[in-house]
């Protein structure tokens, strides 16, 4: 193999032939493929339910795909739920679960030591101790756990050291370097004050027994900004942050630098609140500027049920729009970025109409024919008993895929979600990356009371793509870069995240469509220290790491 790249620094291309892997299903409009028995994947998120009611069986729950043992393959974290009773929560609630890949998208359940009995909501995961392997932070209802990885994919309880076990309602988090020190700080999003001893008793609309909303508590929480402090240990920064000063209903989280000021800002989906957008001011603090910048609110001047967030630059102007996803009745809302402001173009791009009439949780702009054009993925599920249910689980619906089209339009995919007729279910986290190193994105679907399922991308279109590997100085994925690159006459800009959809840790490789283009070119690495390094024209179907250079 001759690399494009043999003179730039940091730059690897690595064996990966994504173009000899590709095998098109006989069927052209089957984009995803049920793989969940072959990918020996056999789990279901266990909400505990008894017939009480209790609200957070019907809001969890996640899970994380990430590179654990350094093989170059995803391998797959899932969360599990538990039981609640009137006293509280059970104390030894089912075992979360963990799956090493064999590098074909074929997983084995292993030990690994984050076996966290705690009743589980969503991952993040990145390397909190520069050592160049990915660790693990597990959202919960209670106190939430720290996991040090030991770079084999076993993992170490560090929560009491680390100082990070936030004992409120956990939903989403994201690592991320707020204070650009060459290390991971953690944001945590907190929910609701809720226990079983302040829960309520609520009815559906044709009377029966159901799960209350998040406004019948008028307890919106405070979220937690984690500072680390390079020697294991974190200290909580939320008082002095200002995050402090805006509770929230929060379920997902995305940090990027929206404002290109080369700090990295936070934008928390809040359910039935205004959504926050954290802005970063460089000096330690932060500043709300959700109503004040458009992207707090539709355009109607109404809060939605926040669900479900990404951010990626869908219009190829080098800065990061938004999406949330909402309630049944809320279509998601689609924030284009316009430097200083945001603008709701939901109604323009068609997503409007598209999605209103389900409720969504996970979700991800992601290319999946890899014609180079953002398509989106929506993971669905109610959380009111409707009065017609669609099959014997009152919550369930089905998913949804939309393609991605040049001019920002969203079109539902047939059949809806992209694959076969399947059961619905009541779907969470949508869990995005690539497990079995073909150059096509893949989801791994976390449904409450019913099977993990994995969906294998088996999209017709045998299209190019290139994968990105973009890394720190210490061999980690460098969370907060931003990658920039001529696509044919385009000029795109990929974030490296991880911390997005819901209750979801990411693969956090950059992926990019090419269709016919052979060459991705002048590729370019923003760093998070506000440093930019070159990396030339890199060919596709491979997969390249891009290695930060030493200062």
């Not at 994105?441 to 399922?453: A, F, L, S």
């Amino acid at each position: 193999m001759i690399s494009l790249c043999p003179l730039m620094v940091g730059c690897v291309e690595e064996p990966a032939d994504h173009g000899t892997q590709l095998k098109p299903t006989s069927e052209p409009d089957i984009w995803l493929r049920d793989d969940s028995a072959l990918s020996n994947v056999n789990v279901v998120w266990e909400s505990g339910a008894t017939g009480e009611y209790y609200m957070p069986e019907i809001i969890g729950g996640g899970g994380g795909l990430f590179d654990a043992d350094g093989d170059g393959s995803l391998d797959l974290y899932i969360v599990q739920g538990g039981r609640l009773t009137p006293e509280g929560i059970q104390d030894d609630g089912p075992p979360n679960r963990f799956f090493l890949n064999n590098g074909m998208g074929v997983f084995n359940e292993v030990n690994c030591g984050a076996e966290d009995t705690g009743y589980g909501m969503g991952v993040a995961a990145g390397d909190i101790d520069n050592d160049g392997d990915v660790d693990l932070y597990v959202l919960n209802l209670g106190p939430n756990s720290m996991y040090l990885n030991d770079g084999k994919g076993a993992f170490t309880n560090v929560t009491a050291s680390s100082g990070t076990g936030d004992p409120d309602w956990g939903s989403s988090g994201t690592f991320l370097d707020y204070d650009r020190d060459g290390d991971l700080d953690l944001y945590v999003t907190n929910y609701l004050m809720w226990s079983p001893q302040t829960a309520l008793n609520c009815v559906s609309g044709n009377g029966m027994p159901d799960y209350c909303s998040p406004e019948h508590f008028m307890a919106p929480a405070i979220d937690r900004l984690y500072r680390n402090d390079g020697n294991g240990q974190f200290t909580d920064v939320t008082v002095e942050s200002g995050i402090v000063t805006k509770p929230g209903t929060g379920l997902g989280v995305v940090a990027a630098d929206f404002d290109q000021d080369g700090w990295i800002d936070v934008f928390v989906a809040n359910d039935l609140m205004p959504d926050h957008l954290w802005h970063n001011r460089g000096d330690g603090t932060f500043e709300e500027i959700g109503l004040a910048t458009g992207c707090a609110m539709d355009d109607t001047g109404r809060p939605k049920a926040g669900m479900g967030v990404d951010a990626n630059d869908i219009d190829d102007d080098g800065d990061l729009d938004l999406i949330v996803c909402n309630l049944k009745s809320e279509s998601d809302s689609l924030f284009r970025n316009d430097g200083d402001y945001f603008v709701d173009i939901t109604t323009q791009s068609g997503l409007r109409n598209a999605t209103r009439a389900w409720t969504r949780f996970g979700l991800g702009l992601v290319d999946f024919n890899n014609d180079g054009w953002l398509d989106l993925y929506e993971a669905n599920g109610a959380v009111l008993r409707p009065s017609q249910p669609i099959s014997g689980d009152p919550y369930a619906q089905q998913n949804m895929l939309l393609r991605g089209a040049p001019d920002i339009q969203f079109t539902p995919v047939s059949p809806r979600g992209g694959t076969l007729p399947l059961k619905p279910l009541t779907s969470r986290a949508a869990i995005f990356g690539d497990i079995d190193n073909d150059g096509r994105r893949d989801v791994v679907v976390v449904n409450r009371d019913g099977p993990v399922r994995v969906y294998r991308n088996t999209c017709s279109i045998a299209a190019q793509s290139i994968t990105l590997d973009v890394r720190n100085r210490h061999g980690a994925p460098a969370l907060g870069a931003i990658v920039t690159a001529q696509l044919g006459k385009r000029t795109i800009t990929r974030p490296v995240k991880s911390g997005w959809s819901y209750m979801a840790a990411n693969d956090p490789t950059v992926h990019v469509g090419m269709e016919d283009e052979s060459v991705l070119k002048d590729v370019r690495v923003r760093w998070t220290n506000g440093t930019v390094t070159p990396y030339g024209d890199l060919k596709a179907n491979r997969r390249h790491r891009l290695t930060q250079p030493e200062e």
